[in-house]
């Protein structure tokens, strides 16, 4: 007799298809899929895709064609495109690469079963649409057994931003939230399976309005869940920032000292163009009174040089903003003109340019990173261990402010949220002791 389906999932770009991935697994595995963990094993690969930047994009269509010597050996496998690019490019996925059978738009997983089925018995399937209803309602309830201690939770979905760069709004759809109280019982599952930290997740995550009082409330509701330690919300936009949201940075102890939020360039000019409908001096006011509630507050950021029309003044004001923020870590882009946004039919910066411009911002972020990391060394921080380290004995965690924490310590202790003592700061991640329980 076979044995159950095998299915692998391979996850790009955000934390959001990390989620999703968790989540359509979960649907395949009622309809009797197993997971595995490489596309060698497996009868069924899903790629759940990201369009973000061009790079990305077309990792996808490399990947396909290394799935194909598989699939020859192979030709019961099933192959499908999920995510963004599935979204965005659907049609043409399924006449460029004969190789796969399946296109699911990332609003479609709940369909994902039926669509399963449909290949099974030989047909090609797409689904694309924004469905009316929503998603989550109708994937079933997370199964797992047991979870790590830290988890992601979607609450959000989609933008309505509509920055002059950005796809997401055309590959996610409008701005959704789910329902708090749908939220609140996936978090209570969460704990009980094992989660001590809880990663709220959106494409505009404090845009939330799935109840009374924005996220803020939202938060402050998810802290009374008794065996959750901390909460982080990820990511959002300046001008969601609400004032009962950063309250809850003073307020909530299980909140954590961390905030991601993008700003992509300090030109008021170039802000303008991106159409991030604020200006610097707005952002720095905002930093500002997020500060005043929780001095601090680790502050990380989204840059993207080489925005068409950015001059090398431009550029400066966008370092000036990074000097006057002090950021714990960021991650930058080279510009990438993506078809459909209204940027892309701008006269691009010249490639050398940009590239030369993404060296000296990494540089500043780098700088920043590294002194940020050198202020933690002596002080005591909790971290929550997640799992064994590279080095036998060893532990690692996060602490409060995110920052990867590596200990000498039984595994035993993954789970737990222990004082940890820094010692050492490397080049992307602490080092430090555990400090006896007093
Ligand atoms: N080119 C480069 N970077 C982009 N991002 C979004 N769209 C583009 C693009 N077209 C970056 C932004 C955003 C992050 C998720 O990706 O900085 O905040
Ligand atoms: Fe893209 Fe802007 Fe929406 Fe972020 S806020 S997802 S950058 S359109």
């Known amino acids: 007799m076979a044995g159950p389906k095998k299915l692998f999932i391979k996850s790009y770009g955000c934390q959001m298809n990390v989620y999703d991935s968790e989540r359509m697994a979960e649907a395949l595995g009622a309809e009797g899929y197993v997971s595995v963990g490489t596309a060698e094993e497996a009868d069924m690969v899903l790629l759940n895709t990201c369009h973000i930047r061009e790079k990305a994009a077309e990792k996808v269509y490399s990947d396909l064609g290394r799935l194909r010597p598989l699939k020859v050996a192979n030709p019961g496998l099933k192959i ?8 965005a490019e659907g049609e043409e996925i399924l006449r460029r690469m004969p190789l796969v059978d399946l296109v699911v738009g990332p609003q479609s997983y709940h369909r994902l079963p039926a669509m399963a089925k449909a290949v099974a018995g030989g047909a090609r399937a797409i689904d694309t649409d924004f469905p009316a209803e929503d998603k989550f309602d109708h994937l079933p309830e997370r199964p797992a057994p047991s979870v790590g201690p830290t988890a992601f939770l979607t609450v959000q979905e ?16 409008a701005e959704v939230s789910r329902p708090a109280d749908r939220i609140l019982s996936e978090a209570r599952a969460l704990v009980e399976k094992g989660a001590r930290e809880i990663t709220l ?15 803020g409330r939202l938060v402050r509701d998810l802290a009374q869940i008794d065996g959750l330690l901390r909460i982080r919300y990820t990511t959002s936009h300046p001008n969601d920032m609400d004032d009962g949201l950063i309250a809850a940075h003073g307020e909530v102890d299980k909140l954590m000292p961390y905030l991601h939020l993008p700003v992509q360039s300090g030109s008021d000019r170039i802000l303008k163009a991106m159409a991030r409908k604020h200006t610097a001096a707005q952002y720095l006011d905002l930093i500002g009174r997020i500060r005043a509630a929780r001095p601090d507050i680790l502050l990380t950021s989204d840059f993207i040089v080489g925005f068409p029309g950015e001059t090398e003044s431009d550029f ?9 923020v002090g950021y ?3 991650f930058s882009f080279k510009y990438s003109a993506r078809p459909g946004t209204p940027a892309a039919e701008k006269t691009p910066v010249a490639a050398d340019v940009a590239d030369e411009r993404l060296h000296r911002l990494q540089a500043l972020l780098s700088r920043q990173q590294k002194a940020m990391q050198e202020s933690m060394v ?11 380290g590279r080095m036998p004995g060893q532990i690692t965690g996060k602490s409060d402010y995110n920052h990867a924490v590596h200990v000498l310590g039984d595994a035993a202790l993954t789970g737990t949220l222990q004082r940890v003592r820094i010692t050492r700061s490397d080049p992307n991640s602490l080092a430090g002791e555990l400090v006896p329980a007093p």
């Open 378 to 388: 002596g002080r005591e921080l909790g971290v929550l261990f997640e799992k064994p």
């Open 201 to 215: 997740l959106g494409q505009n995550v404090n845009a939330w309005h799935g109840g009374d009082g924005g996220l």
């Open 316 to 324: 400066q004001a966008t370092l000036d903003l990074i000097e006057a």
């Open 80 to 87: 499908g495109v999920a995510g963004c690019v599935a979204q």
């Open 328 to 330: 714990g870590t960021a």
């Open 158 to 173: 989609g933008c309505d931003k509509f920055c002059a760069f950005c796809v997401v709004p055309y590959t996610r759809g």
